[in-house]
């Protein structure tokens, strides 16, 4: 089965950028979504498809997928954006939903 | 907006079927992929399965022979049964919605519902 990868943590501090790698084999080949979810809360998409945001969700948000990695990118980071982040895609060769273990963002 | 509901028992004992339900709620149920979702305490999430408002069902194949997800759309809503549970089993169960857009991802989400199996 597809395996993907992310780092348990990431500390940024506030106005700086954050980078939340996800690694996975040729996952350029892939559509990556990624969720945000805060203690207590349910996920909620914060890109889709690579580098969409859905409605609602700042632009200081993106996303990219080259090679090995795909990438959520926080700009301007806020107290706000402390969260688990997780990414996910479809494994065809399973049939199956993939989602990362997740990386926490502190700020 | 659309809004998503789970119901069901909080506790489960072993070996015994584990059944939800998720409301649907400001929108329509039909074009989407209607999705079980679950999350262990303190770990990461964890698909089982969606049934498309068609009929057409997708399983996780390591829950493959476990799980079924069901819909009745008059009632708009869609159903889980996880049968001969386990203390693996415990975790939150969230409801979500699959949009294509052109990849399946989850746009809508319940709030979940949390799971114990024990006796």
């Known amino acids: 089965s597809y395996v993907l990868t992310q780092p348990p943590s990431v500390s940024v501090a506030p106005e700086k950028t954050a980078r939340i790698t996800c690694g996975g084999d040729?996952?350029?080949?892939?559509?990556v979504h990624w969720y945000q979810q805060k203690p207590g809360q349910a996920p909620v998409a914060v890109i889709y498809?690579?580098?969409d945001r859905p409605s609602g969700i700042p632009e200081r948000f993106s996303g990219s997928n080259s090679g090995n990695t795909a990438t959520l990118t926080i700009n301007r980071v806020e107290a706000g954006d402390e969260a688990d982040y997780f990414c996910?895609?479809?494994?065809?060769?399973?049939?199956?939903?993939?989602f990362g273990p997740g990386t926490t963002v502190t700020v | 907006q659309v809004q998503l509901l789970e119901s069901g028992p909080g506790l489960v004992k072993p070996s015994e079927t584990l059944s939800l339900t998720c409301n649907v709620s400001?929108?329509?149920?039909?074009?989407?992929?209607w999705t079980w979702i679950r999350q262990p305490p303190g770990k990461g999430l964890e698909w089982l399965g969606y049934?498309?408002?068609?009929?057409?069902?997708n399983y996780d194949p390591s829950l493959k022979s476990r799980v079924t997800i069901s819909i009745d759309t008059s009632k708009n809503q869609f159903s889980l049964r996880l049968s001969s549970v386990t203390a693996a089993d415990t975790a939150r169960y969230y409801c979500?919605?699959?949009?294509?857009?052109?990849?399946?991802?989850?746009?809508?989400w319940g709030q979940g519902s949390l799971v114990s199996v024990s006796s």
């Open positions: 400001g929108g329509s149920i039909s074009g989407y992929y």
């Open positions: 040729n996952i350029e080949s892939k559509s």
């Open positions: 049934i498309y408002y068609s009929g057409t069902t």
């Open positions: 996910q895609v479809w494994d065809s060769s399973n049939n199956a939903f993939v």
């Open positions: 979500a919605r699959g949009r294509l857009s052109p990849m399946l991802y989850f746009d809508y």
């Open positions: 498809s690579d580098t």
